[in-house]
Nanobody, 122 residues
Framework: EVQLEESGGGSVQAGGSLRLSCTAS????????MGWYRQAPGSECELVAF???????VYRESVKGRFTISRDNAKNAVYLQMNSLKSEDTAEYHC????????????????WGKGTQVTVSA
């Protein structure tokens, strides 16, 4: 069974940092594009960061310079380092395989795991 399990969320004050982890089971992600989506209550989901199988990184404009996505194929894991957190980063974060820029479209064809909650207080 293919599974992605997220961890590392929590509650922090604005300006703080968190590191999200995503471990894969049931498949090896070394040849897979990976990404992190997030969804805040009452808002549409959005792609936060993307890393290709070759290691190319792409970020949502609002997190550029603050978030860093990385992968460790040996550990079958993907990470999201989040620095200088803002209240608007508050959301549930989901690690996904083969993300699409349109999160809503991706969800039509796929389902995500339980995610990890990030709460940033001002």
């Amino acid at each position: 069974e293919v599974q992605l399990e997220e961890s590392g969320g929590g509650s922090v004050q604005a300006g703080g940092s968190l590191r999200l982890s995503c471990t894969a089971s049931g498949f090896t992600l070394d040849a897979t594009n990976m990404g992190w989506y997030r969804q805040a209550p009452g808002s549409e989901c959005e792609l936060v960061a993307f890393i290709s199988a070759a290691g190319k990184e792409v970020y949502r404009e609002s997190v550029k310079g603050r978030f860093t996505i990385s992968r460790d194929n040996a550990k079958n894991a993907v990470y999201l380092q989040m620095n200088s957190l803002k209240s608007e980063d508050t959301a549930e974060y989901h690690c996904v395989a083969q993300p699409h820029s349109n999160c809503e479209w991706w969800l039509i064809l796929h389902s995500w795991g339980k995610g990890t909650q990030v709460t940033v207080s001002a």
